[in-house]
Protein backbone atom coordinates (compact mmCIF):
# COMPACT_ATOMS: atom_id res chain seq x y z
CA UNK A 1 0.00 0.00 0.00
CA UNK A 2 1.18 3.46 -0.48
CA UNK A 3 0.48 6.28 1.07
CA UNK A 4 0.72 9.73 -0.82
CA UNK A 5 -0.87 13.53 0.69
CA UNK A 6 -0.79 16.77 -1.54
CA UNK A 7 0.78 19.42 0.59
CA UNK A 8 -1.03 22.25 1.49
CA UNK A 9 -2.87 24.67 -0.70
CA UNK A 10 -5.33 22.00 -1.80
CA UNK A 11 -6.49 23.23 -5.00
CA UNK A 12 -5.31 22.90 -8.63
CA UNK A 13 -6.47 23.64 -11.90
CA UNK A 14 -6.06 21.43 -15.24
CA UNK A 15 -4.78 23.46 -18.56
CA UNK A 16 -3.49 22.55 -21.66
CA UNK A 17 -1.34 23.93 -24.43
CA UNK A 18 -2.32 22.20 -28.08
CA UNK A 19 -3.42 19.54 -25.62
CA UNK A 20 0.21 19.20 -23.84
CA UNK A 21 -1.55 19.01 -19.94
CA UNK A 22 -0.92 20.00 -16.95
CA UNK A 23 -2.16 20.30 -13.40
CA UNK A 24 -1.16 23.91 -12.39
CA UNK A 25 -0.88 24.91 -8.46
CA UNK A 26 -0.58 28.68 -6.99
CA UNK A 27 1.51 27.73 -3.65
CA UNK A 28 0.30 30.26 -0.95
CA UNK A 29 3.66 31.34 0.42
CA UNK A 30 7.07 31.79 -1.53
CA UNK A 31 8.33 28.79 0.82
CA UNK A 32 5.83 26.04 0.44
CA UNK A 33 7.20 22.63 0.00
CA UNK A 34 7.03 21.71 -3.88
CA UNK A 35 5.30 18.24 -3.81
CA UNK A 36 7.66 14.90 -3.62
CA UNK A 37 8.38 13.00 -6.75
CA UNK A 38 5.81 10.24 -5.43
CA UNK A 39 3.52 13.16 -5.26
CA UNK A 40 3.79 13.94 -8.84
CA UNK A 41 3.62 10.79 -10.17
CA UNK A 42 0.18 10.40 -8.18
CA UNK A 43 -1.33 13.15 -9.38
CA UNK A 44 -0.58 12.70 -12.81
CA UNK A 45 -1.83 9.27 -13.61
CA UNK A 46 -4.34 9.46 -15.51
CA UNK A 47 -6.23 6.66 -14.20
CA UNK A 48 -5.57 7.41 -10.09
CA UNK A 49 -5.12 10.65 -10.13
CA UNK A 50 -5.76 14.34 -11.95
CA UNK A 51 -3.88 13.12 -15.32
CA UNK A 52 -1.46 15.30 -16.62
CA UNK A 53 1.59 15.54 -18.38
CA UNK A 54 3.10 17.50 -15.68
CA UNK A 55 2.73 19.80 -12.98
CA UNK A 56 2.93 23.52 -13.23
CA UNK A 57 4.02 24.97 -9.45
CA UNK A 58 3.76 28.76 -9.29
CA UNK A 59 4.56 31.11 -6.78
CA UNK A 60 4.16 35.15 -7.01
CA UNK A 61 6.56 36.82 -4.67
CA UNK A 62 5.92 39.92 -2.80
CA UNK A 63 7.13 41.92 -5.14
CA UNK A 64 4.91 40.66 -7.92
CA UNK A 65 7.34 38.70 -9.50
CA UNK A 66 5.60 34.98 -10.71
CA UNK A 67 7.93 32.06 -10.74
CA UNK A 68 7.01 29.00 -12.79
CA UNK A 69 8.38 25.84 -11.80
CA UNK A 70 8.14 22.62 -13.98
CA UNK A 71 7.66 18.68 -12.45
CA UNK A 72 7.44 16.59 -15.14
CA UNK A 73 5.06 13.64 -14.69
CA UNK A 74 7.86 11.25 -13.89
CA UNK A 75 8.18 13.47 -10.95
CA UNK A 76 11.76 14.91 -12.16
CA UNK A 77 12.20 18.79 -12.33
CA UNK A 78 12.63 20.13 -16.00
CA UNK A 79 13.92 23.74 -16.73
CA UNK A 80 11.45 24.89 -18.74
CA UNK A 81 8.29 24.01 -20.29
CA UNK A 82 7.08 26.13 -23.72
CA UNK A 83 3.37 24.92 -23.58
CA UNK A 84 3.27 25.33 -19.19
CA UNK A 85 4.82 28.96 -19.54
CA UNK A 86 1.78 29.70 -21.67
CA UNK A 87 -0.78 27.99 -19.22
CA UNK A 88 0.87 29.39 -16.28
CA UNK A 89 0.30 33.28 -18.20
CA UNK A 90 -2.73 32.44 -19.00
CA UNK A 91 -3.75 31.17 -15.30
CA UNK A 92 -1.73 34.60 -13.71
CA UNK A 93 -3.93 37.07 -16.48
CA UNK A 94 -6.85 35.36 -15.83
CA UNK A 95 -6.54 35.50 -11.60
CA UNK A 96 -5.21 39.12 -12.03
CA UNK A 97 -2.10 38.25 -10.89
CA UNK A 98 -0.12 39.49 -14.06
CA UNK A 99 -1.22 42.03 -16.61
CA UNK A 100 -2.80 41.74 -19.64
CA UNK A 101 -1.81 42.73 -23.12
CA UNK A 102 1.68 43.59 -21.79
CA UNK A 103 5.48 41.65 -21.21
CA UNK A 104 6.03 40.80 -18.08
CA UNK A 105 8.56 38.53 -16.89
CA UNK A 106 8.03 34.93 -15.61
CA UNK A 107 11.42 33.51 -13.47
CA UNK A 108 11.63 29.60 -14.50
CA UNK A 109 14.70 26.96 -12.93
CA UNK A 110 16.42 28.10 -16.81
CA UNK A 111 15.71 32.25 -16.10
CA UNK A 112 13.46 34.56 -16.61
CA UNK A 113 11.45 34.57 -19.89
CA UNK A 114 9.63 37.67 -21.02
CA UNK A 115 5.75 36.47 -22.03
CA UNK A 116 2.76 38.57 -23.39
CA UNK A 117 -0.78 37.21 -23.09
CA UNK A 118 -2.89 39.07 -25.69
CA UNK A 119 -5.75 36.25 -25.25
CA UNK A 120 -6.13 32.88 -24.55
CA UNK A 121 -5.49 32.16 -28.49
CA UNK A 122 -2.45 34.22 -28.94
CA UNK A 123 0.31 34.57 -26.00
CA UNK A 124 3.57 35.34 -27.24
CA UNK A 125 6.56 33.87 -25.56
CA UNK A 126 10.69 34.94 -25.69
CA UNK A 127 11.96 31.85 -24.71
CA UNK A 128 16.02 30.76 -24.57
CA UNK A 129 18.84 32.01 -26.98
CA UNK A 130 19.26 28.29 -28.38
CA UNK A 131 22.51 26.81 -27.33
CA UNK A 132 23.97 24.33 -29.70
CA UNK A 133 27.17 23.55 -27.79
CA UNK A 134 27.02 19.51 -25.86
CA UNK A 135 28.80 20.24 -23.45
CA UNK A 136 26.03 22.66 -22.14
CA UNK A 137 23.46 20.26 -23.14
CA UNK A 138 24.97 18.02 -21.63
CA UNK A 139 25.65 15.16 -24.33
CA UNK A 140 28.86 13.20 -24.99
CA UNK A 141 29.23 13.32 -29.03
CA UNK A 142 32.46 10.59 -28.66
CA UNK A 143 30.48 7.44 -27.45
CA UNK A 144 27.71 8.68 -30.33
CA UNK A 145 27.84 5.74 -33.31
CA UNK A 146 28.38 9.07 -35.67
CA UNK A 147 28.79 13.14 -34.71
CA UNK A 148 29.63 16.12 -37.07
CA UNK A 149 30.17 19.80 -36.83
CA UNK A 150 27.92 21.50 -38.95
CA UNK A 151 29.54 24.97 -40.36
CA UNK A 152 27.02 26.81 -37.85
CA UNK A 153 28.79 25.60 -34.81
CA UNK A 154 26.09 22.91 -34.15
CA UNK A 155 26.42 19.69 -33.30
CA UNK A 156 25.07 16.42 -35.23
CA UNK A 157 24.68 13.09 -33.99
CA UNK A 158 23.89 9.66 -35.22
CA UNK A 159 22.40 7.37 -31.44
CA UNK A 160 22.75 4.04 -33.42
CA UNK A 161 23.84 2.86 -37.21
CA UNK A 162 19.91 2.95 -38.28
CA UNK A 163 18.89 6.45 -37.50
CA UNK A 164 19.11 10.00 -39.35
CA UNK A 165 21.91 12.50 -38.29
CA UNK A 166 19.85 14.45 -35.12
CA UNK A 167 20.92 17.86 -34.23
CA UNK A 168 21.43 19.46 -30.65
CA UNK A 169 19.67 22.01 -29.19
CA UNK A 170 19.27 23.36 -25.73
CA UNK A 171 16.06 25.56 -25.16
CA UNK A 172 16.76 25.74 -21.36
CA UNK A 173 15.84 21.69 -21.86
CA UNK A 174 18.22 19.76 -24.22
CA UNK A 175 16.97 18.68 -27.96
CA UNK A 176 17.51 16.26 -30.01
CA UNK A 177 16.32 16.99 -33.46
CA UNK A 178 15.80 14.86 -36.48
CA UNK A 179 14.37 16.00 -39.66
CA UNK A 180 13.93 13.15 -41.76
CA UNK A 181 10.65 12.65 -44.45
CA UNK A 182 10.52 8.83 -44.01
CA UNK A 183 10.36 8.55 -40.49
CA UNK A 184 7.84 5.79 -38.86
CA UNK A 185 5.97 5.52 -35.99
CA UNK A 186 7.80 2.62 -35.04
CA UNK A 187 11.14 4.15 -35.01
CA UNK A 188 10.04 7.05 -33.10
CA UNK A 189 8.86 5.23 -30.11
CA UNK A 190 12.02 3.21 -30.57
CA UNK A 191 14.67 5.92 -30.83
CA UNK A 192 12.89 8.24 -28.74
CA UNK A 193 12.58 5.68 -25.37
CA UNK A 194 16.12 4.45 -26.27
CA UNK A 195 17.32 7.75 -26.35
CA UNK A 196 17.02 8.01 -22.54
CA UNK A 197 19.12 5.56 -21.54
CA UNK A 198 21.93 6.35 -24.40
CA UNK A 199 25.62 6.94 -23.34
CA UNK A 200 25.94 9.89 -25.04
CA UNK A 201 22.95 11.78 -23.44
CA UNK A 202 23.48 11.18 -19.59
CA UNK A 203 20.50 13.09 -18.74
CA UNK A 204 18.48 11.73 -21.47
CA UNK A 205 17.14 13.96 -24.29
CA UNK A 206 13.71 15.72 -25.89
CA UNK A 207 13.85 13.68 -29.00
CA UNK A 208 12.09 15.44 -32.09
CA UNK A 209 11.34 13.95 -35.23
CA UNK A 210 10.31 16.34 -38.09
CA UNK A 211 9.73 16.47 -41.54
CA UNK A 212 9.33 19.45 -43.96
CA UNK A 213 5.86 20.27 -44.82
CA UNK A 214 6.43 23.55 -46.89
CA UNK A 215 8.77 26.51 -47.74
CA UNK A 216 8.18 27.57 -44.08
CA UNK A 217 6.40 24.97 -42.18
CA UNK A 218 7.22 21.53 -40.12
CA UNK A 219 5.61 18.33 -38.86
CA UNK A 220 6.99 17.48 -35.65
CA UNK A 221 6.43 14.69 -33.03
CA UNK A 222 8.29 14.77 -29.67
CA UNK A 223 9.29 12.30 -27.26
CA UNK A 224 9.48 15.05 -23.93
CA UNK A 225 12.03 13.32 -21.29
CA UNK A 226 10.41 12.12 -18.56
CA UNK A 227 6.64 11.82 -20.26
CA UNK A 228 7.46 10.57 -23.56
CA UNK A 229 5.62 10.90 -26.28
CA UNK A 230 3.39 13.97 -26.23
CA UNK A 231 0.65 15.96 -28.68
CA UNK A 232 2.77 19.03 -28.47
CA UNK A 233 5.99 20.61 -27.03
CA UNK A 234 7.14 24.15 -26.76
CA UNK A 235 10.38 23.71 -26.63
CA UNK A 236 10.53 21.15 -29.03
CA UNK A 237 8.85 23.11 -31.44
CA UNK A 238 11.22 26.17 -30.90
CA UNK A 239 14.42 23.53 -31.03
CA UNK A 240 13.01 21.78 -34.76
CA UNK A 241 12.19 25.33 -35.85
CA UNK A 242 16.11 26.38 -35.19
CA UNK A 243 17.36 23.23 -36.62
CA UNK A 244 15.58 23.56 -39.22
CA UNK A 245 16.82 27.17 -39.96
CA UNK A 246 20.63 26.03 -40.28
CA UNK A 247 19.51 23.48 -42.19
CA UNK A 248 18.03 25.34 -44.96
CA UNK A 249 20.55 28.07 -43.96
CA UNK A 250 17.70 31.12 -43.15
CA UNK A 251 16.11 32.47 -39.96
CA UNK A 252 13.10 33.75 -39.36
CA UNK A 253 9.59 32.45 -38.94
CA UNK A 254 8.24 28.65 -39.04
CA UNK A 255 4.88 27.10 -38.21
CA UNK A 256 5.74 23.83 -36.82
CA UNK A 257 2.56 21.36 -36.84
CA UNK A 258 2.02 18.71 -34.19
CA UNK A 259 -0.50 16.68 -33.06
CA UNK A 260 -2.12 19.20 -30.67
CA UNK A 261 -2.06 21.92 -32.94
CA UNK A 262 0.54 24.36 -34.20
CA UNK A 263 2.97 26.87 -33.31
CA UNK A 264 4.39 29.87 -34.60
CA UNK A 265 8.07 29.96 -34.07
CA UNK A 266 10.29 32.82 -34.82
CA UNK A 267 14.13 32.68 -34.69
CA UNK A 268 15.68 35.95 -35.88
CA UNK A 269 19.23 34.83 -35.59
CA UNK A 270 21.79 33.54 -33.87
CA UNK A 271 22.49 35.04 -29.77
CA UNK A 272 18.66 35.85 -30.23
CA UNK A 273 15.99 34.16 -28.46
CA UNK A 274 13.15 32.12 -30.50
CA UNK A 275 9.33 34.02 -30.39
CA UNK A 276 6.66 31.85 -30.11
CA UNK A 277 3.33 32.66 -30.33
CA UNK A 278 0.02 29.55 -29.51
CA UNK A 279 -2.74 29.32 -27.34
CA UNK A 280 -3.79 28.13 -24.03
CA UNK A 281 -7.32 26.99 -22.54
CA UNK A 282 -8.66 25.90 -19.08
CA UNK A 283 -9.97 22.80 -18.69
CA UNK A 284 -11.04 22.40 -14.95
CA UNK A 285 -10.57 23.50 -11.55
CA UNK A 286 -11.28 21.85 -8.22
CA UNK A 287 -9.60 20.86 -4.42
CA UNK A 288 -7.29 18.13 -3.48
CA UNK A 289 -8.89 15.98 -0.80
CA UNK A 290 -7.22 16.67 2.62
CA UNK A 291 -7.66 13.68 3.79
CA UNK A 292 -4.56 11.23 3.11
CA UNK A 293 -5.08 8.78 0.54
CA UNK A 294 -4.60 5.61 0.54
CA UNK A 295 -4.13 2.13 -2.18
Request: aromatic share 6%; charged share 20%.
Amino acid sequence: MTRVSFPPPHAWARMEGLGNDFIVVLADSAEAALPSAAEVRELCDRHLGLGGDGLLWLVVHDDGTPRMTVLNADGSRAAMCGNGLRCAALYLTDRGLAPRDAVFAMQTDSGPRRIKVRDADRIEAWLEIPELQPVNLPADPSVAHGSRVLASGATQLQLDGEMSWGTLVSMGNPHLVLIDPDWSREQFLRIGHGAQHHPALPEGINLGWARLSGPDSLELEVWERGVGPTRACGTGAAAAAVAASLAQNRYGTWLVHQPGGTLRCTWPGPDEPVIQIGPARWIATGNWPTVTRSR
